[in-house]
């Protein structure tokens, strides 16, 4: 018999990254959880052996410090991971002038860096075995800047474009990069922002359940790029569209006329 495949989660201590963990467990997946705060994973991983039979490992690391990104990067590079899910991630809501630098540093590390950083540990041993899937969870955010969220954002635009090349890359690898775009999501991300959810529209607001479930069919059918809450499926082909059509655009080897000197 194979042995279970094995999934490792970050930011798998709540919201959208423990529904993902309770959702692959459902699955039949080992798993490995990441996050800060041990004491959550370690309930959710007791929940998770007791409900679904499967094996859960707990892996406390703040993915914003050096020596914690090695231990996650090394579990990855040494054991056969086959879904890697990138989801930690915070998004501070405050004008860019009045960010702390600590925060504007933490959120590039962790939305930025450590993801980086765990995808090219994942990839290696994915291409070796010729099968894996990235979840890279990003968000709307990606293609919409806002006052206060002007480096969430930013970050964000770095998930999309990151996960988009590297699907290029492995096309014919047999892995999996899933760029998933969440819009607003009820979990603690907003409390942890500065800003409660109370204070948004919550017809924009699906839960953490809908959102994973909905991704989750969007992996199963090997989408690369899914957005749960779009309904016209129309609006992303024409806007990856005309991305490509304005790409297309530039490769001219003139200033354009518009650009003349009076
Ligand atoms: N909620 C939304 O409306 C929404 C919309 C679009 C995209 N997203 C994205 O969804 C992802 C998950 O967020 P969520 O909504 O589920 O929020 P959440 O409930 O606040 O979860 C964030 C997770 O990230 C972990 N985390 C934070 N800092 C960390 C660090 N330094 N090292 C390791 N783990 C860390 C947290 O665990 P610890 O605190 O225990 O470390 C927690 O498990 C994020 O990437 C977010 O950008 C959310």
């Known amino acids: 018999m194979s042995a279970p495949s094995l999934a490792l989660v970050t930011g798998a201590s709540s919201g959208i990254g423990a529904v993902y963990a309770r959702r692959l467990a459902a699955r039949g997946h080992d798993l490995i959880l990441v996050a800060r705060r041990a004491d ?6 007791a929940a998770l052996r007791r409900d679904h039979a499967v094996a859960v490992r707990t892996l406390p690391a703040d993915l914003t410090a050096e020596g914690d990104i090695a231990l996650v990067e090394q579990a990855l590079r040494s054991e056969p ?22 925060d504007a540093a933490a959120t590039l590390s962790l939305n930025v ?10 990839l290696p041993g994915m ?12 968000s709307v955010m990606a293609f919409h800047a806002m006052p206060v969220t002007s480096l969430y954002s930013a970050t964000k635009a770095f998930v999309l474009t990151y996960s988009r090349a590297i699907q290029q890359e492995v096309k014919d690898q047999g892995i999996l990069v899933q760029a998933v775009l969440p819009a607003g999501t009820i ?12 204070a948004f529209d919550q017809s924009a607001f699906m839960t953490a359940e809908q959102l994973v479930d909905a991704a989750l069919v969007g992996m199963d059918r090997g989408e690369e790029v899914t957005l749960p809450s779009v ?32």
């Open 113 to 122: 860096t450590a993801l980086m950083r765990l995808t090219r540990a994942a």
């Open 127 to 138: 291409r070796a075995r010729r099968q894996g899937t990235i979840v890279n969870v990003g």
């Open 40 to 45: 959550r994973l370690n309930a959710l991983a």
């Open 81 to 102: 991971i086959d879904i890697l899910v990138n989801n930690a991630g915070i998004g501070p809501i405050t004008p860019t002038a009045d960010l702390s630098d600590a």
């Open 187 to 198: 979990t603690d991300f907003y409390d942890t922002a500065g800003v409660p959810l109370a």
């Open 231 to 262: 309904h016209d499926a129309a609006l992303w082909t024409a806007y990856d569209e005309a991305r490509a059509r304005l790409f297309g655009g530039t490769q001219n080897g003139a200033p354009a006329p518009r650009y003349q000197q009076a």
